[in-house]
């Protein structure tokens, strides 16, 4: 078994990677995980057959090894360090996936299993004994609590997955105690934060730097004001990517909903800032359009009102999505990135989403894929 230690140091040696003491830590830890999954076999994988069941009668199952949930500020490496750990966890049955598409799946299934199972059946066990058997190992990229349908679900859900021996590991930027927390409907949510705290171990990363600042910035995609100077530069840009050929709108399908895009060539799309944070959007949108696009231009970005966290919500999800699926995207806006959303308390999130905009700016984001 190749060590996550090992690649790490590869990386390091190779200057793919500077060394980092706190990054390091975290990946002998991330070792001592991948040697106890390579002998852990969870109830819900256990050889079946005759001998298997009768086994199972007298042989109590090994517990399963914690899993890690890995929490820090932006840009420290976390993601980078799990995928690591993703590649090189010696389990067959694995799953590292984005936590917003985790959820839009989970929610897909769990109204079909509704639907089949009739008026007042309970979807969650098979669900969880679906998802279990597909994978017991899962890796979640950014863990986090978005609303209250979300944390009802989540509760259950994972309350039998661990049950049925399923190991979890997670990046975030929200320690396990402050999900969902100072929200209505927060204290019904307790129960899971103390479920999460046992089954993982929380580490924090205090890497020395947050790596996305401070790379090259060559060619401007963050463009201020939204002048007809800005519009224009804009439209020149629509035109290298599409290299001239017609423009039309189009129309895609999110969940039986119509979705309207008022410009597209190819795999470049245009809209206002409007068009896509202004409107009743979510997440599901969001992604149907990253995996639909390779770039997307985005005219008008207003400066935040605080009063109006719906817009902000979304449009921190909206880049989020694009981050995640590495869509090259162009903006014209009323201020710099530092400045659009100017209030002194700036939540959490909204740190994220400036640093990976950040991210986004490089030259070469878009044409690359990051290291995963
Ligand atoms: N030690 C390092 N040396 C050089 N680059 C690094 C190092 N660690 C991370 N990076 C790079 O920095 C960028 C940010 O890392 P990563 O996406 O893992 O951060 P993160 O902690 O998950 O941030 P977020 O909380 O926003 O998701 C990535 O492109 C990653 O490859
Ligand atoms: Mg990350």
Not at 184 to 194: E, L, V
Not at 223 to 243: A, G, I, S, W, Y
Not at 246 to 275: I, N, W, Y
């Amino acid at each position: 078994m190749n060590l996550p230690s090992n690649v790490y140091q590869a990386r390091v040696k190779a200057g793919i990677l500077k060394q980092d003491n706190a990054q390091q830590n975290v990946v002998m830890l991330l070792d001592q995980l991948c040697k106890s999954l390579s002998t852990y076999q969870p109830s819900v994988h256990s050889s079946g057959g005759m001998f298997g069941s009768f086994k199972s009668l007298w042989q109590k199952p090994l517990p399963p090894p914690k899993g890690i949930y890995l929490v820090g500020s932006v840009g420290r490496g976390k993601s980078m360090l799990m995928d690591l750990f993703y590649e090189q966890v010696p389990v067959q049955h694995k799953l590292r996936t984005h936590f917003h598409i985790f959820m839009q799946d989970t929610y897909k299934r769990f109204h079909t299993l509704k639907q089949q199972s009739g008026k007042g059946g309970d979807p969650i066990p098979d669900l969880a004994k679906e998802l279990a058997q597909k994978a017991w190992l899962l890796c979640f990229d950014e863990f986090q609590i978005n609303d209250i349908a979300d944390a009802v679900l989540l509760g259950r859900l994972f309350e039998q997955l661990f049950a049925l021996g399923v190991v979890v590991v997670a990046t975030s930027n929200v320690k396990i105690e402050g999900l969902f927390q100072n929200r209505p409907g927060s204290d019904a949510f307790k129960p899971f934060i103390k479920v999460l705290s046992q089954q993982m171990t929380q580490i924090e990363l205090n890497a020395a730097q947050d790596y996305r600042l401070g790379r090259p910035e060559d060619e401007k995609r963050w463009l201020v004001p939204c002048n007809q100077e800005n519009k224009e530069r804009l439209d020149h840009v629509f035109l290298n990517e599409t290299h001239g050929r017609p423009v039309k709108e189009e129309t895609l399908m999110v969940m039986g909903r119509a979705l309207h895009v008022p410009c597209a060539c190819g795999v470049v799309a245009r809209f206002s800032f409007q068009d896509l944070c202004d409107v009743a959007l979510g997440v599901g949108d969001y992604l149907v359009l990253a995996q639909r696009f390779k770039t997307i231009i985005l005219d008008d970005i207003p400066q935040f009102n605080p009063e109006n966290m719906n817009v902000i919500e979304r449009f921190t999800m909206l880049i989020d999505v694009l981050y995640e699926q590495n869509v090259k995207l162009y903006v014209s806006a009323e201020a710099d990135l530092e400045e659009i959303y100017r209030k002194e308390d700036r939540r959490a999130f909204f740190e994220r989403t400036i640093s990976r905009l950040n991210e986004m700016q490089g030259q070469n984001w878009g044409i690359t894929m990051r290291g995963r």
